[in-house]
């Protein structure tokens, strides 16, 4: 199977204007990951880049962040943590709340999930204004884990959220920009 490059898998994202609500262009990665070789060069040029670098896990966020996180965790023959949004875990949790538009958001993990010093991987299939990212750091971060890198399939860098992950000392690595939000 060959990899595609950058510029190809950008035109397997499907752009829908005005959704969720008038204004938004919602880049849509079903497109992407329904094609095979679209969806496996995503996730080897994601991992490719984190293979020497002794991580530990991958963290992907609810819920897209699952679809790119645990396959490029399976890629790099590490463990998936996933940060599921408030009430979903069963377990005791810890969270962290964070701004969206309109109102807050709690995202979590297992109160248990990461041990002290654990190199963790952050990763999600889209970075906007980067207040999910930046919460996930946080909370990785507040559980002991140890967050040098960021990755996600799809930057928006008119929105500015990668900045804000650089501005925590966190290497970000994006795949795809798209101009504007
Ligand atoms: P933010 O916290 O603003 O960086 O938003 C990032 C989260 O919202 C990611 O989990 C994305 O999946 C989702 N998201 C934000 N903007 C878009 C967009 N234009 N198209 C698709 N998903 C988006």
Known sequence: MTILACHELQKLVRTIPDYPKPGIMFRDITTLISDPNGFKSAVVLLADRYRDMKLTFVAGIEARGFIFGSAVALELGIGFLPIRKKGKLPFRTIGEDYQLEYGMDRIEIHQDAITQGDNVLLLDDLIATGGTAAAGIDLIRRAG????????????????GADIVRSKEVDVYTLIEFEGD
């Open 145 to 160: 884990g140890v967050v040098d890198h960021a990755a996600f399939v799809i930057d928006l860098p008119d929105l500015g």
